[in-house]
């Protein structure tokens, strides 16, 4: 790697990246929640530096073309600099080539049930999404249990509701069935809602829940039917999401747990949500809650949940060497991270490129994400903490680099509540007004983005149903850098979605390391920016 001047802590201006979590780009109209907003502040920066739109999801991050992007892939992506091609696009690729099929890990699996002539339990999300797991995936793992010869294959769905429409487990559930009756492999043991079972925010009373229904076939709730115990559900206006694990009987008696010698398969592929229940499973020290360890389970996981969770992993990631934290470490300059905790696995082991530890010259603030039953009943979440803390930082003028992210835009577009997510998004322009000027006053640069579009979609337009899902809608970037003010046409809120998308998040990474004067890796394929906004 090439460098022109490297700067030192005490010359070079600090870079503040600012993520908006869920900021999506697109016309005003009665459900959009940046345009109705009328975030001023946000206005102002449209108006006065340049800007320009970014594409964060399909192809352009590393997913199958149409796809929506996430937060995981978002982060990743800035923080690689390149595009990698994601999980769902190699699991996909494995299953239409075949190699789905011969994929040890997940033959281990089986051959561990069968030589304990025990079960084989596969645990994930059910839904449409694409952000956390397939059901296709699903599919293909009843098929590769029929391949073998194997069917005492029990099955434990997470519904899902925020990355597909809040009552689409009915419909999904319907396709799995059949599934199973075509491969005759297959039954329902448990399910619950994503937010019990997926929880990320150490809410453990929520993970106890589904563990104790999936181990135990303890749970307030009991059905034969599956099926007709969702319509009851939906009936009494409980939605995918929000519905407490229910254990699926036969005769009065659970279908199956998880139990010692037993095979589980975890088919989420995204890491964030799945690592506090896998904990659960597999941790020798766990001790959040009571709990019987299962002994000589095989623990199977789609991919690498974490550097502590010690499980077989199917699909192991490509790893990248080089990304802008470690280069931005490996010349001697400090960056910080901050972020709540509902985002900490983004603002570190995502961007980061997968890895745990902070590097030399990294440090992290986390603060805690608010308890409360749904964020919309706190749109603000902690972003005006997360801030303070921030603030702090840059006036101790230690670091050279700082990475921040907001997660309310996101956090709280996905309960589908719009004056909610209004009151979010204003405050995240409130935030953005105070951070602004002290990077202004530091004569610092500030890079204003998002990792992929939510709060700016919140109806169908057509059906005009609630929308809770991310979009594929281009993200917003802006250059906050006063030796680049009024250089080029103004741009507003309401009139941003009509120019066009000049770049991917791939090239953020760049942008940052030119401002330390830093050539990016050859391994880094963005380009600088400003170079074609």
């Known amino acids: 790697m090439t460098t022109i001047a490297a700067p030192t802590a005490s010359t070079s201006r600090p870079v503040v990246l600012i993520i908006l979590d869920g900021w999506g780009v697109t016309e005003d109209y009665e459900a959009n929640a940046v345009t109705k907003a009328e975030p001023s502040f946000f206005d102002y920066l449209l108006r006065t530096y340049p800007s320009t739109l970014l594409q964060a999801s399909g192809q352009s991050v590393g997913l199958p073309f149409g796809e929506i992007g996430n937060s995981e892939v978002g982060h990743f992506t800035i923080g690689c600099g390149r595009i990698v091609k994601q999980n769902l696009y190699r699991i996909n690729y494995d299953i239409e080539t075949q190699k789905f099929f011969q994929n040890q890990a997940l033959l281990k699996s089986i051959e561990h049930a069968k030589a304990n002539k025990s079960s084989l339990h596969l645990m994930g999300l059910l839904g449409s999404g694409g952000v956390h797991a397939s059901q296709e995936h699903l599919y293909a793992l009843l098929e590769l249990c029929k391949i073998n010869k194997f069917k005492n294959v029990f099955i434990h769905l997470f519904l899902d509701g925020r990355d597909s429409p809040k009552d689409s487990a009915a419909i999904f559930m319907k396709e799995l069935q059949h599934r199973m009756k075509k491969t005759k492999v297959g039954k329902i043991a448990t399910m619950g809602g994503r937010f019990f079972g997926m929880d990320r925010n150490n809410t453990w009373d929520r993970i106890a829940k589904a563990y104790n229904a999936i181990t135990k076939g303890e749970a307030n709730e009991t059905t034969e039917k599956p099926l007709e115990k969702l319509q009851e559900f939906y009936q009494k206006e409980i939605y995918d999401e929000q519905i407490e694990p229910v254990v699926v009987t036969h005769r009065g008696r659970p279908v199956a747990t998880v139990e010692d010698n037993d095979s589980v398969v975890f088919f989420n592929y995204r890491s964030d949500r799945a690592r506090q229940i896998t904990s659960a499973f597999i941790d020798d020290d766990f001790v959040e809650f009571k709990r019987d360890k299962i002994k000589n389970l095989q623990f199977t996981s ?40 509902e985002k900490y696995a983004h603002v570190t082991f995502f961007f980061n490129a997968l890895r745990e530890d902070p590097l030399p010259g990294e440090q992290r603030i986390l603060v805690p994400s608010p308890v409360v039953e749904s964020y919309d009943l706190l749109p603000q979440m902690s972003s005006f903490e997360v801030t303070e803390k921030l603030m702090e930082q840059i006036k101790s003028n230690i670091f050279n680099f700082y990475l921040i992210n907001y997660a309310n835009s996101d956090m709280v577009a996905h309960t589908g509540n719009m004056q909610a997510s209004v009151a979010a998004v204003k405050s995240i322009d409130e935030n953005l007004k105070n951070l602004i000027a002290l990077i202004r006053q530091k004569k610092g640069v500030a890079i204003i983005t998002a990792d992929h579009g939510n709060v700016e979609e919140l109806a169908n337009r057509i059906s005009g149903d609630i929308d809770k899902e991310h979009s594929t809608y281009p993200v917003p970037f802006i250059l906050v850098d006063d030796n680049l003010k009024n250089e080029v046409a103004p741009c507003s809120n309401l009139d941003l979605f009509s120019k066009p998308v000049t770049g991917v998040l791939a090239d953020i990474a760049p942008t940052i390391l030119s401002y330390f004067n830093l050539s990016p890796s050859d391994e880094m394929t963005g380009v600088d920016l400003r170079r074609v906004m």
């Open 302 to 341: 789609f991919t690498k949940y974490s550097s502590d969770l010690k499980t077989e992993i199917a699909f192991p990631r490509e790893e990248v060497k080089t990304y802008l934290g470690q280069t931005i470490s490996d010349h001697g300059l400090k960056q910080l991270h901050v972020a709540e905790t």
